[in-house]
């Protein structure tokens, strides 16, 4: 029953946004159509004050974890904007092999690499289950021909996506193996901090492997990094669980100490607690 409804969803005519307000309050309870204000504010942009925000509704679709959003070379019909839920794109080769392109989550837009062949050119893939708004591409163009406030906005949020790309290539160029990682874990952080989450405590959805594909790291270089900020006192690791204990070591952080010197200064600062907790004590 579940899987005919979402069929049904899918199925249903994600061109037409204008309905009546009594369809729009039913469809809106059942958490399946957003207006466009709603959708403004999910892409933490200002909403377009041309447009009647309750006339236009876009449709909602969910993904399980492991489901494809989208492949390479699928003809490009929509955008997609996470409402919840996080997701991977990557690139595959003729052999298989995957290339982790991003990490997109809660407002974060997909599918913009399809506007120029009117192809994806990627593939996205859903790592936990997920709620993703759609923006049929032709509907969302005939809009901005109407009203230019609300296509600038758009090319904005896309610009968006460019930069936080090229971001991410400049670090890969730049970095060391271990500051990419820091770099990586306090970008986590502030995003979820953004998303209204705890920036201190957190799961990974993405495996060490596809942390590395997307860092240009071995699993083994990603796992042996994460043990050392461990060992060091600047996270906590318990599987997928990550403690930030020092975000601002992450951020300024270039290459590790050897290792004898992690044990020696890990070692160190276990004693200048224990003095520490021992002092309280005392004075208690």
Partial sequence: M?????????????????????????????????????????????????????????????????????????????????????????????????QVLSFPMKGDMLGVDGIHTRH????????????????????????????????????????????REQAMIGMLGALSAEARVARFLVSLADRFAAMGYSSKLFNLRMTRHEIGSYLGLTLETVSRTLSAFNEIGLITVDQRTIGIKDAEALKTLRRLPPSRSRTKAAGKKTELDAAGDDQMLATA
Avoid at 71 to 93: E, H, M, P, W
Avoid at 140 to 157: D, F, K, P, W
């Fill in 120 to 163: 994806y050119a990627s593939e996205a893939v859903a790592l936990s289950d997920c709620d993703l708004i759609l923006l049929p591409f032709k509907k969302l163009t005939a809009l901005g021909r109407v009203h230019m406030e609300l296509e600038n906005l758009m090319y904005g949020v896309m610009s968006r996506e460019l930069v």
């Fill in 2 to 98: 579940q899987s005919q409804q979402t069929t049904d969803q899918r199925n249903a005519s994600t061109s037409t946004m204008h309905t009546t307000p009594m369809e729009a309050g039913r469809q809106r309870q059942g958490r399946l159509w957003s207006n466009l204000k709603e959708v403004c504010d999910l892409l933490h942009i200002p909403a377009a004050v041309s447009v009647n925000s309750e006339e236009l509704l876009f449709q909602h679709v969910q993904f399980k974890t492991g489901q494809r959003v989208h492949t390479i070379g699928q003809a490009f019909d929509t955008l997609y904007i996470v409402n919840s839920g996080f997701l991977k794109t990557v690139l595959i080769d003729e052999f298989g092999n995957e």
